[in-house]
């Protein structure tokens, strides 16, 4: 009975050891993560390597508290032996994790897309920001502020569309149609004046093209069956502030036009998406 008794205590505080320590390990993931928060860029590459970093923290606090108790190892022996085709089970998984990590790896090191990112995936066409990486997934936001989880491997082989890859700036066209009474001249001054003094528009040329070049060139883009077709580019420091910035200019370009009595053809929509 004393040895039973010494048994139960043993293993009591056993597991007492073992508590503590999975407390103290996740104490440690928790102010290692808070610390990155605060210290670190939220980039892509040191975003892979603290999840890298939280798991190995997590493996060592589990295996050193699982080492106190006591026949713990014969116990995973045992567990690991009994079935060929558990052990199959795990190897496989363990060679599909290891896939996601190296992919996740190499997606850190080459830097194709990173967090905040706005890309589109061409394979599986789908569209959103880059919100994580995971040694196992990246976490893509949509624009329904949904998540899509995606593994490593599926990931390093899609065709990426990156819309901040280098250069956040962005351009989308503003285009017109004037009947042909119209004053092409004046309707091009007015598309000209409404982009280039919008907050949001960026003036991308150079310094020496400042000198030669309009701030905001307007094409004749076609002399269609239904009027003069003008076009202009609206260009914005990233793709997000794109949308709102040209439908104000649309906006502010009609009410000019009706203040400068310029007609706009309405028996044809130009589709953006064609380009010359």
Known sequence: MISHFLTSEVLGWAALRTTVIIFITIVIVRIFRAICRKFIKDTIHLKFIKNVLSIIIWMVGVIFALSHLPYFSDVAM???????????????????????????????????????????????????FVEDITIRHTVIRTFMNSRIIIPNSVMNQELIENSNFYNAQASAFIDVIITYDANVSQASEIIAQVIGNHKDFVDTRTD?????????PVFVRALGLYGVELRASMWTATIGQSFAACSEVRKAILQDFKDAGISISHSKIIDPAIQL
């Open 78 to 128: 045992a567990l690991l032996a009994g079935s060929g085709i558990a052990a199959l089970t795990i190897g496989l998984a363990a060679q599909e994790s290891l896939g996601n990590a190296f992919n996740g790896l190499f997606i850190s090191i080459f830097r194709p897309f990173e967090v905040g990112d706005r890309i589109h995936l061409i394979n599986a066409n789908i569209t959103g």
């Open 208 to 216: 020496e093209q400042k000198e030669t070049d309009p701030k905001v």
